[in-house]
């Protein structure tokens, strides 16, 4: 099968904003200047991506909220179960369109994570020839098991993407919103405590939309490892190691989501 292999838009990309680097002001915080607001409830806003900068994609910007310094980490259960339930019907208006072959669900946060913009948002892409889903091995979302619900799952990867430390969530559609926010949660608050000792942690969240659920990869981002990048090599902890992590993740992140099952 032939990998997918999108064309990037340096000149589109030298147009961007970016108050990361302290180069332009937010646009998220300017809504007059939004120009194409596809849908609005609540806080959230779903809008054209006015910099696309990939050939063969519709590339959409969800703003998670209104506030500048809105974090999902840190949020209200409640806040970040409507902004879920925002970003599936999103989701799912994009997915229903003819003329795309697959979409894909991704957030950047932290100055590693190849974010440009601090006001929280994330991205939903579609793409008009490739089906994402079929360059997924499910092997990279199979791992130790965190926590096991009604339509809603949680891994540690033993044979991850990239390397190290990745979680792997599966929802259901029929699964409850409210336990997915929860759950999503604590495992980003666990993976920025695993940067503590750096100024500001970062992560990437990957989506993927299946016929009969959603799947989701949280990774903390570092500098990429050299076997990755040059040789698609990636690494993993010892089994001891992740089974120890695994552990701390069930024992202190998820305890009361396990203590009420």
């Not at 990939?54 to 703003?63: G, H, K, S």
């Not at 259960?77 to 208006?93: N, P």
């Not at 989506?207 to 981002?221: E, I, M, N, S």
Request: hydrophobic share 40%; aromatic share 12%.
């Amino acid at each position: 099968m032939e990998k997918a292999c999108l064309t990037f838009l340096p000149n589109v990309s030298l147009l961007k904003p970016n108050d990361v680097l302290g180069q332009s002001a937010c646009p998220f915080c300017q809504l007059t200047a939004l120009e194409k607001i596809l849908l609005e409830e609540g806080d959230a806003l779903w809008v054209e991506n006015k910099y696309r900068t990939l050939e063969e994609t519709y590339q959409t910007v969800l703003i998670e909220s209104k506030a500048h310094d809105f974090n999902l980490a840190y949020c209200s259960l409640e806040k970040l179960k409507d902004l879920l339930e925002f970003i599936f019907a999103c989701w799912e208006k994009l997915a229903a369109d003819s003329r795309f072959s697959s979409t894909l669900f991704l957030k950047n946060y932290g100055p590693w994570s190849g974010a440009s913009l601090r006001h929280s948002h994330s991205q939903l892409v579609a793409l008009k020839k490739w089906d994402v889903t079929k360059q997924a091995d499910p092997i990279h979302f199979a791992g130790l098991d965190l926590y096991q619900g009604e339509g809603v799952s949680a891994t540690l990867s033993t044979q991850p993407i990239m390397g190290y430390t990745e979680l792997n969530i599966s929802f259901e559609p029929k699964g409850s919103v409210e336990e997915l926010a929860e759950l999503l949660q604590a495992l980003v608050i666990f993976i920025l405590n695993q940067q503590a000792d750096r100024k500001e942690g970062s992560y990437n969240l990957f989506g993927w939309r299946y016929l009969d659920h959603y799947q989701f990869k949280l990774v903390p981002r570092y500098i990429d490892s050299a076997y990755f990048v040059g040789f698609g090599i990636a690494q993993v902890f010892p089994m001891d190691k992740l089974e120890k992590m695994a552990e701390d993740i069930r024992s202190h992140y998820l305890k009361e989501l396990l203590n009420r099952q």
